[in-house]
């Protein structure tokens, strides 16, 4: 896969400047960036499962075999956003405004 990297310090330079940096972060990264000892909160977005097989079937961008692997990718994500502890909020991406408005909310309390 693919891997991406944000500098510390430029994250911090976002803070700074009163700003909330938000990321889309794999697994992976959001357990480094959680030893970075940064203020953070880790909201966990879903469409769920099924929902996300919908979508992706239904974009028509993928053969059989990438597709297979995405969804295969997917569920992992899944699980480890239902499971784990670092996320303090967990939101269902089943209504694009309601999750919106429950990502605003949660940031700004």
Known sequence: GNHYATLKSNIAKIMSEKKVPVMDLSMEAI???DKLGLLTKFV???AGHEELK?????RQTEDDLSLKL???AARRQIEFGETS????RKIVNSDLETAYLELVNFLES
């Open 31 to 33: 357990k480094n960036v």
């Open 44 to 46: 966990f977005i879903t």
């Open 54 to 58: 919908k979508r992706l079937r239904g």
């Open 70 to 72: 995405r969804i295969c």
């Open 85 to 88: 502890d670092l996320f303090e």
